[in-house]
Nanobody, 124 residues
Framework: QVQLVESGGGLVQAGGSLRLSCAAS????????MGWFRQAPGKERDFVAA????????NYLDSARGRFTISRDNAKNTVYLQMNSLKPEDTAAYYC?????????????????WGQGTHVTVSS
């Protein structure tokens, strides 16, 4: 069983930065593929970024590529999402997810474990 706890959300002005963290507990963190998803009110949960276990291969939503960076610290059982040049359309609840399935996968249905979410609000 894997438990995930996100932190780091908040209110930021457009153009600003935030770093989200997701602390994981459970076996073999280094083998987990870790993902970040977001969900705005009234919308579906969308993929943002993922990082695989092992090789650390990454995958990004097109609109996040170049602005967001996903990384992991296996010694701390933590995955991060550094978000720069934030835009009002980035406003959402951000969720950390994990799966032992391989690859930097992007479908929510492929993830088995989810955190409770952290809110990000970007003001214009």
């Amino acid at each position: 069983q894997v438990q995930l706890v996100e932190s780091g959300g908040g209110l930021v002005q457009a153009g600003g930065s935030l770093r989200l963290s997701c602390a994981a507990s459970g076996p073999a963190f280094s083998r987990l593929t870790m993902g970040w998803f977001r969900q705005a009110p009234g919308k579906e949960r969308d993929f943002v970024a993922a990082i695989s276990g092992g090789t650390g291969r990454t995958n990004y939503l097109d609109s996040a590529r170049g602005r967001f960076t996903i990384s992991r610290d296996n010694a701390k059982n933590t995955v991060y999402l550094q978000m720069n040049s934030l835009k009002p359309e980035d406003t959402a609840a951000y969720y950390c997810a994990a799966t032992y399935s391989g690859g930097a996968i992007y479908r929510p249905s492929q993830y088995n474990y989810w955190g409770q979410g952290t809110h990000v609000t970007v003001s214009s």
